[in-house]
């Protein structure tokens, strides 16, 4: 194993998604990896906590809320290409176990997925992780039953989904996005707009 921080290490195994799955899946938001998508075990003391996958990931989010002036945002469809970190808290982890189904990686795997071999995949998964630890800040509240988090880098940054029992958060340099219970909020560079039941209020700065 490698390690990557403290007692948080990348697993030795290595293996690949044998078909397209939904790794989250709510009214609001969807993420799907496509089949062939590399990965490996993110693991704290010999259990499993993440992964860090390799391959062809989509985002698909609906962040239109409703004001009392009309909708605003969009919804947004991205499509990924490369390393992301996907992390799993309490309940979840089982749900995900039996939504994603993996066998081991062989070498036309990680040619296939865009690697040189398994040692470059081992190299980049790593690397992406390290960087994650030096970009976000605070505690993974791994005992909380039903969140997750998505981590996809952007050259010198990620964007962040964060899905949890009570809502969902995305979050990139321009943009913030906010579902918990009835309560919205949509952020970009110069104002947020926070709606509940109806009404909204606007915060502008900068």
């Known amino acids: 194993m490698l390690r990557v921080n403290q007692c948080i290490r990348l697993g030795s195994e290595l293996y690949k998604t044998t078909q397209e799955t939904a790794l989250l899946r709510s009214s609001k938001c969807m993420i799907t990896v496509k089949r062939g998508t590399l990965v490996v075990n993110i693991l704290k003391k010999g259990k499993l906590m993440g992964y860090v996958f390799y391959g062809k990931a989509k985002l698909c989010l609906d962040a239109i809320i409703e004001t009392s002036e009309g909708a605003l945002g969009k919804a947004i469809t991205k499509e990924f290409n490369g390393p992301f970190i996907m992390l799993m808290g309490g309940e979840v982890k089982q749900a995900v ?63 962040i989904v964060l899905s949890s029992r009570d809502g969902i958060v995305y979050a990139t340099t321009n943009t913030v996005y906010i579902l918990k219970g009835d309560i919205q909020a949509l952020g970009g560079s110069r104002e947020i707009m926070v709606t509940r039941c109806g009404k909204s209020v606007s915060i502008k700065y900068g």
């Open 97 to 159: 176990l039996s939504t994603v189904t993996v066998s081991s990686a062989t070498n036309d795997d990680f040619t296939k997925a865009g690697c040189k071999n398994a040692q470059n995949f081992v190299e980049i998964a790593s690397n992406t992780w390290k960087k994650f630890l030096r970009h976000v800040e605070g505690h993974w509240p791994e005992n909380e039953k039903n969140m997750r988090m998505f981590a996809f880098p952007q050259n010198d940054i990620f964007e």
